[in-house]
């Protein structure tokens, strides 16, 4: 393989699909990044084995061919060799020269045949939507997955398509997002599927705010295509919690108040939480609230914002993460949030997308 391609060009197409690569891995392979050469296109392919992306770039091709080079020492030689263009060159005995315009390297590289292949889909079952709106979903509820590895299951967010409707679901088991679309073309088969946590960034990272994305659920994989840049994950197996099951109805006792000034108020509150006294405690009354934190050798603080609410006096605590990560990806001026009671757990709708987290004892 022998191939002249721009700086520029080959380190945006390394730096889509180094990402996933680990360098902590028992097969040498998966710590190399593929490239082949076929045409005037090069492709770039990274896996761990349960997620694959791949990517390409125009090069001129002067002999096709295939190697894998070691991701890291090859995106970082690739950093710093100046501008221009570089010509890479695979030699039978595996040796790859990279060539700048004044300066040269040589490294030791691994043939094609030990790298695994990427998966093949079914392209006639293709979904598509909108990369923004995608965007949009993934942001309002990836933030809730659960990262204990003893609830695998909530490791990922649920997707489900039905119909026109794309739904997204994640819960950690103390909170719980979902968020829910039409898409503009009526789907031609029901998906349930859980993605991991790490396909979900790996796709929120590419995803532009023009043009769709397309996607394909396999049996227990599934491909999205994100303006040529291919991401396919295993998905999760297993049963996603029943979760209609813990969304209390709408209720007419509300609590309306400013995003961004109860976002502040609870950052502020939180700078004295410990692993051991993470509880923030709210008392909500007439046209106020009171947010305040009070924990053992550490401090207390106390501040009042203003609100709408007529209901009865209350008195909860709340991990104050939770309404924060909800607070921070939110672009509402104002939020009505549901209170029912110390032991009831807040509910915050917002058209089509729900926020619930579960109250602490204070």
Same mark, same amino acid.
């Given at each position: 393989?022998?191939?002249?391609?721009?700086?520029?060009?080959?380190?945006?197409?390394?730096?889509?699909? &180094?990402?996933?690569? /680990?360098?902590?891995?028992?097969?040498?392979?998966?710590?190399?990044?593929?490239?082949?050469?076929?045409?005037?296109?090069?492709?770039? @392919?990274?896996?761990?084995?349960?997620?694959?992306?791949?990517?390409?770039?125009?090069?001129?091709?002067?002999?096709?061919?295939?190697?894998?080079?070691?991701?890291?020492?090859?995106?970082?030689?690739?950093?710093?060799?100046?501008?221009?263009?570089?010509?890479?060159?695979?030699?039978?005995?595996? !040796?790859?020269?990279?060539?700048?315009?004044?300066?040269?390297?040589?490294? /030791?590289?691994?043939?094609?045949?030990?790298?695994?292949?990427?998966?093949?889909?079914?392209?006639?079952?293709?979904?598509?939507?909108?990369?923004?709106?995608?965007?949009?979903?993934?942001?309002?509820?990836?933030?809730?997955?659960?990262?204990?590895?003893?609830?695998?299951? *909530?490791?990922?967010? *649920?997707?489900?398509?039905?119909?026109?409707?794309?739904?997204?679901?994640?819960?950690?088991?103390?909170? *719980?997002? #979902?968020?829910?679309?039409?898409?503009?073309?009526?789907?031609? !088969?029901?998906?349930?599927?859980?993605?991991?946590?790490?396909?979900?960034?790996?796709?929120?990272?590419?995803? #532009?705010?023009?043009? @769709?994305?397309?996607?394909?659920?396999?049996?227990?994989?599934?491909?999205?295509?994100? @303006?040529?840049?291919?991401?396919?994950?295993?998905?999760?197996?297993?049963?996603?919690?029943?979760?209609?099951?813990?969304?209390?109805?709408?209720?007419?006792?509300?609590?309306?108040?400013?995003? &961004?000034?109860?976002?502040?108020?609870?950052?502020?509150?939180?700078?004295?939480?410990?692993?051991?006294? &993470?509880?923030?405690?709210?008392?909500?009354?007439?046209?106020?609230?009171?947010?305040?934190?009070?924990?053992?050798?550490?401090?207390?603080?106390?501040?009042?914002?203003?609100?709408?609410?007529?209901?009865?006096?209350?008195?909860?605590?709340?991990?104050?993460?939770?309404?924060?990560?909800?607070?921070?990806?939110?672009?509402?001026?104002?939020?009505?949030?549901?209170?029912?009671?110390?032991?009831?757990?807040?509910?915050?709708?917002?058209?089509?997308?729900?926020?619930?987290?579960?109250?602490?004892?204070?």
């Amino acid at each position: 393989m022998k191939i002249k391609v721009s700086k520029e060009n080959l380190l945006n197409g390394i730096i889509t699909v &180094q990402n996933i690569v /680990s360098t902590k891995v028992t097969l040498p392979i998966l710590s190399n990044v593929l490239l082949e050469a076929k045409g005037n296109i090069l492709k770039l @392919n990274a896996t761990d084995l349960d997620i694959g992306i791949s990517c390409e770039i125009p090069v001129e091709t002067l002999e096709e061919g295939a190697i894998t080079i070691p991701a890291k020492r090859f995106s970082d030689i690739i950093k710093e060799l100046p501008s221009g263009d570089i010509v890479i060159h695979a030699k039978k005995n595996n !040796q790859v020269d990279i060539e700048g315009t004044k300066c040269r390297f040589k490294l /030791s590289g691994l043939p094609r045949d030990e790298f695994p292949k990427f998966p093949e889909f079914n392209k006639n079952k293709t979904i598509k939507i909108k990369q923004s709106v995608l965007k949009d979903m993934l942001r309002l509820t990836a933030f809730a997955v659960s990262h204990e590895e003893s609830r695998y299951v *909530l490791n990922g967010v *649920l997707l489900e398509i039905s119909d026109n409707i794309i739904r997204i679901v994640s819960t950690d088991g103390r909170r *719980l997002a #979902k968020i829910e679309k039409k898409l503009d073309e009526k789907a031609d !088969q029901d998906i349930k599927i859980i993605i991991p946590s790490k396909a979900i960034h790996e796709i929120s990272r590419n995803l #532009k705010e023009e043009g @769709n994305i397309s996607f394909i659920a396999g049996t227990n994989q599934v491909l999205f295509d994100i @303006n040529g840049t291919l991401i396919a994950t295993r998905v999760i197996e297993g049963e996603f919690p029943n979760y209609n099951q813990v969304i209390p109805k709408p209720s007419d006792q509300k609590i309306r108040m400013g995003t &961004q000034e109860f976002l502040s108020s609870i950052r502020r509150a939180s700078l004295l939480t410990t692993p051991d006294f &993470q509880a923030v405690k709210f008392e909500v009354f007439g046209d106020k609230m009171i947010i305040s934190k009070t924990t053992p050798d550490v401090g207390e603080s106390r501040e009042e914002i203003p609100v709408e609410y007529k209901g009865e006096e209350l008195v909860v605590g709340f991990n104050p993460q939770y309404l924060i990560d909800f607070l921070k990806n939110v672009n509402e001026d104002t939020i009505n949030m549901e209170l029912l009671g110390v032991d009831r757990p807040a509910v915050i709708r917002l058209n089509d997308y729900l926020y619930l987290a579960l109250p602490m004892r204070i």
